[in-house]
């Protein structure tokens, strides 16, 4: 035993000065990285390293509950419903104003420099024409058939000069469509390019249309001359809209709906609120939100936030915080709050655009409703509309964040909607250019391994600071911390050799 207390105090005496400030300056050091890819693997993935790995790799190991174990299987029907309704809500959905890629993202591109469209978001653009503008018997026609390659084709260029080379053989509508969208450098040469389009496409409907009864595949024929032909109206309304000819928009976007009643899947219904905002027509976005904003449709930021600006025009241009809180808020005050917080609810990344505490960027071709991406699209268009109500901005400013009262837990549980799906801020990276701060709710709070990590490597650099200005004096504290740090082994080893012969403690300490 005093063999062992010897040797450990021969051991505390032989460490100097040095050691003691290289050990604290290393373990200052490696905390320090540990920190720095913590803290950038938080802000890129919006989870701690750690505590993934413990979560995913360590804790099967230890014992943990697989949570797709039989013993789950019994979940109830409502925990059922509403898985089904977060993974339907997490579905990312086309913008139905999306801009031009020639005429408006790359003018941005060759400004700035930077890329405003992911490569994911472009990618969901190309299946989404291969399914709109493509059929099985495009083989039949040569230039539908190079067209079919075209959609697929990844360099830009390359689908440009296909397009070109389909024009070449005959007018082809499909292939309009990709030069005013991809070639055309501005909204006219755009809205020329749809016009021809319009021309082509209108002409394969009617020809369709007479043989679509015929079979399975001049049906499937009709149908993408139907997508086609929709799409290109819809595009030039929204040449008209961009160019100032806004009744004219709002006139062509009317007739469409009634032509295509049942292709909601364009959402044309949100071109035309915009213009009607534009025109001012509160009477008629009214009415088309009476026709849209029902409880068994889908809603969109859109048509929560243009309803809550239609209530919060009533009352936004008298609306004081301090007269309402002496007197109380009046039932149309009170409708218009409500709106908001129903607005704010399904998205609550929207009042930082509208009220510019956050920077916009151009919208996604693709947006994730109720997420950041979604909010981007709508703010991006609306805001003007939002300023133009006198005072509306003002009211949204101090009632929005009300909403947080009433959904304490909205990961858990709603008050109007399901609770908020915990898979936007994931889509929503991958839709979003990286230069753009994804907006993230409910924000989350630093893992505790980043403050644990930061301690850390805070204490051992002030130890190692210490330890370099005062070598002496450290070294004697270090040296009563590490024998205190032993006293309780002493103790243990000194209670073991009086209970055990002196015989078997020689022949133990030998081994």
């Not at 978001?121 to 503008?133: E, I, P, R, V, Y």
């Not at 309304?237 to 007739?255: F, N, P, Q, Y």
């Not at 309803?307 to 808020?329: I, M, N, Q």
Request: with cysteine; proline share 5%.
């Amino acid at each position: 035993m005093f063999g062992t207390e010897s040797s450990l105090s021969m051991f505390l005496n032989t460490l100097t000065p040095k050691f003691y400030v290289a050990l604290t300056g290393t373990s200052s050091l490696i905390s320090g990285l540990i920190l720095i890819f913590e803290w950038w693997y938080f802000r890129k993935y919006g989870t701690s390293f750690i505590e993934q790995v413990s979560v995913s790799h360590l804790r099967p190991l230890l014992g943990g509950v697989d949570n797709s174990s039989p013993t789950n299987s019994n979940t109830s029907n409502g925990d059922a419903d509403s898985s089904r309704q977060s993974v339907s809500e997490c579905k990312v959905w086309r913008n139905p104003l999306n801009l031009f890629r020639g005429a408006e993202y790359n003018r941005y591109t060759w400004v700035t420099g930077r890329e405003p469209l992911t490569y994911y978001d472009m990618n969901l653009s190309a299946q989404d024409h291969q399914t709109f503008f493509t059929c099985d018997s495009d083989h039949l026609r040569p230039a539908d058939a190079i067209m079919q390659k075209a959609w697929r084709e990844r360099n830009p260029q390359a689908r440009i000069s296909a397009a070109h080379e389909a024009l070449d053989l005959e007018d082809c509508a499909t292939a309009y469509i990709l030069l005013a969208e991809e070639e055309a450098t501005t909204i006219v040469e755009a809205e020329k390019l749809f016009k021809q389009a319009l021309k082509a496409g209108e002409s394969c409907y009617r020809r369709s249309q007479q043989v679509q009864h015929h079979g399975a595949q001049h049906e499937a024929q009709h149908r993408r001359d139907t997508n086609v032909l929709v799409y290109i109206k819809r595009r030039l309304a929204m040449c008209s809209r961009k160019l100032g000819r806004t009744r004219e928009a709002v006139k062509m976007m009317r007739d469409l709906m009634k032509e295509f009643p049942l292709l909601s899947m364009f959402n044309i219904h949100e071109n035309l609120l915009e213009s009607l905002l534009e025109l001012q027509a509160y009477a008629d976005v009214q009415a088309v939100l009476a026709k849209y904003d029902d409880i068994s449709l889908p809603k969109s930021a859109t048509i929560c936030y243009t309803a809550a600006l239609l209530k919060a025009r009533a009352v936004s241009d008298k609306f004081s915080p301090e007269a309402a809180s002496r007197r109380g808020l009046s039932p149309a005050e009170m409708n218009a709050v409500e709106a908001i917080h129903r607005a704010v609810e399904f998205n609550p990344h929207v009042p930082k655009y509208l009220l510019e505490m956050k920077s916009l960027i151009l919208p996604p071709e693709h947006i994730l409703k109720r997420g950041d991406s979604e909010a981007i699209a709508y703010a991006f268009f609306h805001l003007q509309h939002w300023k133009r109500v006198e005072g509306a901005l003002n009211l949204l400013h101090c009632t929005w964040e009300g909403t947080f009262r009433m959904i304490p837990y909205p990961l858990e549980k709603g008050h109007l909607f399901y609770p908020y799906p915990i898979c936007t801020e994931t889509a929503d990276r991958e839709l979003l250019p990286v230069f753009h701060e994804v907006s993230v709710y409910p924000k989350k709070e630093l893992p505790f391994f980043i403050l644990f990590t930061a301690g850390l490597c805070s204490f051992t650099a002030m130890l190692a600071l210490l330890t370099h200005q005062f070598p002496e004096l450290m070294g004697v504290f270090a040296k009563a911390f590490l024998s205190t740090l032993f006293a309780p082994l002493n103790f243990i080893m000194e209670k073991v050799e009086n209970i055990l012969p002196s015989s078997l403690w020689h022949q133990l300490t030998r081994i």
